[in-house]
């Protein structure tokens, strides 16, 4: 079976690409963090402008919530069969092809006339992202050894936790300097001489790709339609149901029932694939290698809860309490700088603390999402911004401590040769979760604004994330005890250190 990155983790020097290290890595390094910072940074940027986008376009709920996890959707949907096409053409190639996809949508989303043209625009801005993201690893992997390697990694870690925390204050900043009425249009217009500039940096300093001989790659189309229809099936209920019938369509709950057929037969055809020797879109082997399922399901509970948290949050600081969007941005930032902080020292106490690590970053979010609960039925009024900014810093502090190192955990046990699609169906899930999470958390707010106070609203659908949250701290225990039963150390890999995929 062919993997994504099919990289040994071999010393420095070893192998034909160990012998001369590219002395454009780093450079090469820049473009992918800067192209990769830019599609991360549109699943936060545009939740402080959803107010704008509703008034200016008169889009209905239902829309504002594809507009947000529509993106996330086609993003994961496409992570997997990108990261085959990258090695069977090149990850130049795809990391400039998705650049090229990613800055047309955006400047279709920033044109767009209607609600449905901007989702429509999103969902090929998803595209794009999907298509550049597994290039940024799979390079990573193919220009660094050693401990530049895992320097790199941790860049990259960090970039993650940058791009969210400076989301929505970037996104706030921006319409406050070209207004509420086409100011949303430039949080999608900053992206264009960012693309620019990418693709004619990625065009200098990325490495051309080999020339390979041999079969071409078992991309899995069928397994792609059936894993999409699947979860559009599961989505679609859920998102345009629950509104108190402002959208003024239904689709029947019956469809969430065809979702789960779907994707019985997704599994089905994964295993029929697997059997006649070609690659699954996803191999089903990897939920046996121990660690994986729960860390898996750890990061999928997780990004269900805490995308949420600022869909709800910012809408409901512009909404009820008549923030502008720069300071709804200023409001949720605590959280993103907690998060944004402990993001670049969590890789390295991953190694000494483990699974255990993650677990404690999972009990600080639920118990900074509780108290920011309380606030937001206690304390009303403009200056509710100022006391949920403790608890939301709280619950930063311990995110910072749960994505990247839990990745690190996820990854540690599996074989090198299936570590590249290892890593995709596990941004995969993130991204189906982050999804999931804005449906279910949105349309619980929205269902709860219809006859009842604005903040008791927000608090029930912050309880929702907050339990969401308390699921993902379950499955990180579960899987803490049993690494501690099964390694007798504090949650790591057989051999005692997280391997360098993380």
């Known amino acids: 079976m062919t993997d994504s990155v099919p990289v040994a983790p071999a010393r420095a020097g070893s192998g034909r690409q160990g012998q001369v290290r590219d002395p454009r890595r780093w450079r090469a390094l820049s473009v992918c963090l800067v192209a990769g910072f830019m599609t991360l940074l549109d ?15 008169h889009a209905p709920t239902s829309d504002l919530q594809w507009i947000v996890s529509g993106y996330a959707l086609t993003f994961g949907l496409v992570l997997v069969p990108s990261g085959r096409l990258g090695d069977a053409t090149g990850r130049r190639r795809m990391f400039i092809a998705g650049v090229v996809v990613f800055g047309l949508a955006s400047l279709l989303c920033g044109v767009a006339t209607g609600s449905t043209m901007l989702v429509g625009a999103r969902l090929l801005q998803g595209i794009g992202g999907g298509l550049l993201n597994p290039q ?20 990259l870690g960090a970039t993650i936790g940058l791009s969210t925390a400076v989301g929505p204050i970037v996104g706030g900043l921006i319409l406050q300097a070209f207004g509420a009425d086409t100011g949303w249009r430039w949080v999608f217009f900053v992206n264009l001489p960012i693309a620019v500039a990418a693709v004619v940096l990625a065009l200098r300093w990325l490495p051309p790709p080999p020339t390979r001989a041999g079969r071409r790659e078992d991309l899995d189309p069928v397994g792609v339609v059936l894993l999409g229809a699947a979860v559009l099936a599961l989505l679609l209920p859920l998102v345009e149901t629950g509104h108190g019938g402002t959208n003024g369509r239904t689709v029947s709950p019956w469809l969430a029932l065809a979702g789960v057929a779907l994707l019985l037969g997704f599994v089905l055809w994964e295993r029929w694939v697997a059997a006649r020797g070609h690659s699954p879109l996803v191999d089903l082997r990897l939920f046996t290698v121990p660690g994986y399922a729960s860390g898996a399901t750890v990061a999928t509970l997780y990004f269900c809860a805490f995308t949420g948290i600022f869909f709800v949050l910012t809408i409901y600081f512009q909404r009820a309490l008549g923030y502008s969007p720069l300071l709804a941005g200023i409001a949720v930032t605590p959280f993103a700088v907690g998060s944004g902080v402990t993001s670049f020292i969590g890789g390295r ?12 970053g999972l009990l600080l979010v639920v118990a900074g999402l509780a108290a920011t609960d309380v606030v937001l039925v206690l304390a009303q009024g403009r200056a509710t911004g100022w006391y949920t900014a403790a ?7 311990g995110s910072g401590t749960v994505i990247a190192p839990n990745i690190t955990l996820t990854l540690a046990d599996v074989p090198v040769p299936r570590a590249g699609t290892a890593g995709g169906v596990l941004q995969t899930g993130q991204r189906i979760g982050t999804a999931a999470g804005i449906a279910l958390v949105g349309t619980v ?15 029930v659908a912050l309880g929702v994330a907050t339990a969401l949250t308390v699921l993902a701290l379950l499955a990180s225990a579960v899987d803490l005890m049993g690494r501690r039963r099964r390694d007798g150390g504090p949650g790591l890999s057989r051999s005692g250190a997280p391997t360098a995929h993380g």
């Open 445 to 459: 707010f929205f269902s709860e604004l219809v006859g009842r106070p604005a903040h008791n609203a927000a608090a």
């Open 136 to 155: 940024v690893s799979g390079l990573i992997q193919e220009l660094f050894r050693g401990a530049e390697r895992g320097h790199a990694f941790g860049l």
């Open 391 to 397: 608890p939301l810093l709280l619950a930063g502090i």
């Open 349 to 360: 106490l991953v190694a000494r603390f483990g699974r255990a690590l993650v677990t404690l």
């Open 43 to 57: 699943v936060s940027i545009v939740n402080v402008a959803l107010p704008s986008i509703e008034q200016g376009l």
